[in-house]
Nanobody
Framework: QVQLVESGGGLVQAGGSLRLSCSASETIESIHAMGWYRQGLGKQRELVAHQVSRGSTNYADSVKGRFTISIDNAKNTVFLQMNNLKPEDTGVYSC???????????????????WGQGTLVTVSS
């Protein structure tokens, strides 16, 4: 089972910026769609941003105008640029993707719901 790997989280003051990255434990051949989710302490996980490769993007109302999701098809990496961060943005951010990976034995496997472990973002007031 492929594992997505997030990075870029950390502690930042309100008004600051962070850029999260999402790659994979296996070689990604294609990213078909990717979403970023977050879960705050005691809260349910929510979808923050979603993009279909070379297609439409969608954002939660709470992050519109501040967050930008992008897919770098050359690097097979997905980014979440977060600007003007607020304390309520604090949480564990995870990526969830519909991806095709290339294995060492030349097989190609498509995972429709690959998840990462998450990266913690803490925004101080």
């Amino acid at each position: 089972q492929v594992q997505l790997v997030e990075s870029g989280g950390g502690l930042v003051q309100a008004g600051g910026s962070l850029r999260l990255s999402c790659s994979a434990s296996e070689t990604i051949e294609s990213i078909h769609a990717m979403g970023w989710y977050r879960q705050g302490l005691g809260k349910q996980r929510e979808l923050v941003a979603h993009q279909v490769s070379r297609g439409s993007t969608n954002y939660a109302d709470s992050v519109k105008g501040r967050f930008t999701i992008s897919i770098d098809n050359a690097k097979n990496t997905v980014f979440l640029q977060m600007n003007n961060l607020k304390p309520e943005d604090t949480g564990v951010y995870s990526c969830n993707g519909d991806i095709t990976v290339a294995l060492d034995d030349s097989r190609r496997i498509r995972y429709f719901e690959a998840w990462g472990q998450g990266t913690l973002v803490t925004v101080s007031s």
